[in-house]
């Protein structure tokens, strides 16, 4: 994976921070099974990992560098919190609701303590703002399980509605922005997002009957 190219149109820090979270990035991928999100209880438990990483993220965003507010990464442009509440509330409907417990981890595994350097935050963004790539394909399969609710409006797989496109450009130029030095300080923040969602969905894929 190191040696791969550009995309066209992809900048040399996107493309090395591709790289160097190609693994990272599909180990996450290969813990869900798509075609699972049908059966409830598979869905409620990929759902809820989700929904932990999400909250240890969270308590990041009042730390965004005033520069990335100003390129359209404030704490409101990117923040998941009315899907997160939403989602929450739509999974204690499904199953019973689950005893608030202790994240694998947390904030300092990400952010060391203190304002983040900006280059830092745009690597966790990468993942965080990120992953609803990857939540619109879950969404597809979801959506034909019999007791999905169609007229829901607020979910974790599309947490940003129809402005995805205008966050992640604003992610990707961010990251373009870079000095070359600063391309480490990314890629070790969005090496930590990535394994906060591996050990997550790890943690609750492996209890439960949907195993």
């Known amino acids: 994976m190191v040696g791969l190219s550009p995309k066209r149109g ?20 290969a813990l869900i099974a798509p075609g699972r999100l049908v059966e409830v209880g598979y ?16 308590v990041t965003l009042p730390r965004i560098p005033r520069g990335l507010c ?23 409907e499904l199953a019973a609701p689950r ?12 952010l060391a303590p203190g304002p ?20 619109l394909h879950l969404l597809r399969v979801a959506r034909t399980a019999p007791w999905w609710r169609h ?12 402005h995805f496109a205008d ?19 990314a890629v070790g923040a969005a090496k930590a997002g990535f394994d906060l969602h591996r050990r997550s969905l790890t943690d609750h894929l492996s209890a439960g009957p949907h195993r």
């Open 99 to 110: 005893p608030v417990r202790r994240p694998p981890g947390g904030v300092d595994d990400l």
């Open 116 to 135: 983040p350097a900006q280059a830092t935050m745009v690597g966790l963004l990468y993942v965080y703002v990120g992953s609803a790539l990857g939540g």
């Open 43 to 58: 869905y409620v438990a990929v759902v809820r990992a989700l929904i932990e990483c999400a909250e240890i993220v969270e």
């Open 10 to 29: 992809e900048g040399a820090t996107l493309a090395a921070l591709r790289r160097s979270t190609a693994a990272d990035h599909e180990s996450v991928d």
């Open 167 to 185: 966050r992640w450009r604003a992610v990707l130029d961010a990251l373009e922005r870079l000095d070359p030095e600063e391309t480490n300080a």
């Open 70 to 92: 100003r390129q359209g990464l404030s704490a409101s442009d990117v923040s998941k919190r009315v899907a997160i509440d939403a989602e929450s509330s739509f999974l204690d």
């Open 151 to 162: 007229e829901r409006e607020h979910l974790l797989f599309r947490p940003y509605g129809c």
